[in-house]
């Protein structure tokens, strides 16, 4: 897919959802002050750290669509990596937070919990629908232009569906008689979120180390390889992520008695199959090993 055609999928899906966090942090937060809920205000500090976390994604593909300069001349791809390094810092540190004002208010004795409202617990019914549609929304156009970064603010969402789960349990168990389970809630919460910064983080992490595609990806390469007309066996294949791209790096053998017209032929054959069947590939190099081929 063309990298402005992707940047226009990826900048409507982030305005999306926007809006849709915008929403959810003042119904949560209006939700949580009259019903009484602390695990319902951190569900909406979570919810507005979406918002913020979706414009550095936004940040973050704009300059990584940018096309190549003399400065950047393998282009701006591992920015995307960036901005989910950042995401996932911000979202380490509103877990963290969260994490504390539940600690705190347990602390600080049963005695001083109120029991939360029915408004609180349709609150948490509400997120929880919103927030796993947006994750399916959000996953699907990741998964579509190979975004990284949009698929960090995927699990963002996620993790925001699973503390509204983490809410949805905690107010009900304070509303049948145990009000220690809405602060509760709120360390629960906490894990999820640090899970989701950490995986968020690895993969980031991972894509800047010129990590290898997967098995798959490097059994469809070679099955592709292997296709294309005079060659005769694949000497290397090597391969490295490059942001939501990937480098090919092939040595295959053929006849030695071809020239070098026909030598290349078969290069540019595997060059241009590979990067026609495979979307995520930046950029494929082959280079052509001659081999003895016995008559009979």
Request: aromatic content about 6%.
């Amino acid at each position: 897919m063309e990298t402005k055609e992707s940047k226009i999928i990826a900048m409507h899906i982030s305005h999306v959802s926007i809006v849709a966090n915008v929403f959810l942090s003042v119904m949560k937060m209006i939700a949580g002050v009259i019903g009484h809920s602390s695990a319902m205000i951190s569900d909406a500090v979570h919810s507005l750290s979406d918002v913020l976390s979706t414009f550095v994604v936004m940040i973050g593909i704009h300059i990584s669509s940018k096309a190549s300069d003399a400065e950047h001349q393998y282009g701006h791809e591992r920015f995307e990596c960036v901005a989910s390094i950042i995401l996932a810092t911000m979202l380490g540190l509103t877990g963290a937070g969260i994490g504390y004002s539940g600690i705190k208010t347990i602390l600080g004795g049963t005695g001083n919990i109120e029991v939360p409202g029915m408004l609180a617990l349709a609150a948490a019914l509400v997120s929880i629908l919103v927030k796993e549609g947006m994750f399916w929304y959000t996953k699907a156009g990741a998964d579509k232009i190979r975004s990284g970064a949009l698929m960090a603010d995927a699990w963002h969402h996620r993790s925001d569906a699973m503390s509204s789960i983490g809410s949805l349990i905690g107010i009900f168990a304070a509303r049948m008689g145990f009000p220690i389970f809405d602060p509760l809630a709120s360390i629960v919460i906490c894990l999820f979120i640090f899970k989701a910064a950490y995986d968020i983080y690895k993969d980031a992490v991972n894509k800047m180390v010129d990590s290898s595609v997967d098995d798959d990806t490097l059994e469809e390469i070679k099955e592709l390889i292997m296709e294309q007309e005079g060659v005769i066996a694949i000497d290397d294949v090597r391969t490295r992520v490059f942001g939501s791209k990937y480098y090919v790096d092939v040595e295959v053998s053929a006849d030695g008695d071809q020239n070098l017209w026909e030598a290349h032929a078969i290069a540019q054959a595997i060059h241009d199959k590979i990067e026609e069947k495979l979307t995520g590939a930046k950029h494929v190099m082959v280079h052509v090993n001659p081999c003895h081929v016995t008559s009979g």
